[in-house]
């Protein structure tokens, strides 16, 4: 299996991520939607992840996946964030498959945060993604990655890490997200995930350096 990137210095992707993707389409929503995403991708990326089976194990090019997460959000989950929420809650469950009870086997809020990090490293080749914990407030910081200059990858990504910490705490704790690109400040004016209500900006900020391009994630939750 094809643990080791090949050597092209091109943004990957580890397979599980559309492997993910695709089972949690077909289990919302079943084969019609996976047609109708099929139709949205542009030729190179249906042939290289529709009509090939692209295995959990190898590697990918990153704009295969930013094209799937654009024909989702535009498709299936009809640009209605609670869909998208759907969505990227069932893709990381069928996703992690076997290793979803490893992930949160006996986890804390700080060990999440090292479990967030080394998923992050397993997923992907590029890209630089530092979280940090205070009190109820999560900021996920991801730099050097081509997700921070695509508008709907910068929403799939933030969902993700609101549905990881939804995974890890329980929907009691009404987890909430918002995200910006920029320094942190930026975030008041960003999206927030329809599922965990309006977000705003979070408190205590990781402070990010304006001149680079970067996407911040704040989350916060209830005790």
């Known amino acids: ?37 099929a139709a949205r991708l542009p030729l190179a990326t249906r042939l290289a992840t529709i009509d090939t089976l692209v295995l959990p194990f190898e590697w990918i090019p990153i704009e295969h996946v930013m094209a799937w997460h654009e024909a989702m959000w535009t ?11 759907r969505l990227v809650s069932r893709s990381i469950d069928l996703g992690l498959g076997r290793f979803k009870a490893a992930f949160f086997a006996g986890v804390t809020r700080e060990r999440l945060v090292e479990r967030a990090q080394e998923l992050w490293r397993w997923q992907h080749t590029h890209g630089e993604l530092t979280v940090s914990v205070e009190g109820n407030t999560g900021t996920v910081v991801l730099t050097g990655h081509p997700y921070v200059d695509h508008a709907t990858s910068r929403r799939l990504t933030a969902e993700c890490y609101r549905a990881i910490l939804v995974l890890a705490l329980g929907e009691e704790h ?50």
């Open 1 to 37: 299996m094809p643990t080791t990137p090949p050597p092209s210095g091109e943004p990957l992707a580890r397979g599980t991520v559309l492997h993910g993707f695709r089972a949690a389409v077909e289990d919302l929503w079943g084969e019609r939607a996976v047609a109708d995403i």
């Open 75 to 85: 498709g299936p989950a009809r640009a209605d964030e609670r869909e998208l929420a």
């Open 174 to 223: 009404d987890v909430r997200v918002a995200w910006g690109t920029g320094a942190a400040s930026s975030v008041s004016a960003a999206g927030a995930g329809a599922a965990g209500g309006a977000g705003g900006a979070a408190a205590h900020a990781r402070p990010v350096d304006p001149r680079i391009p970067s996407l911040v994630v704040q989350l916060n939750w209830r005790a």
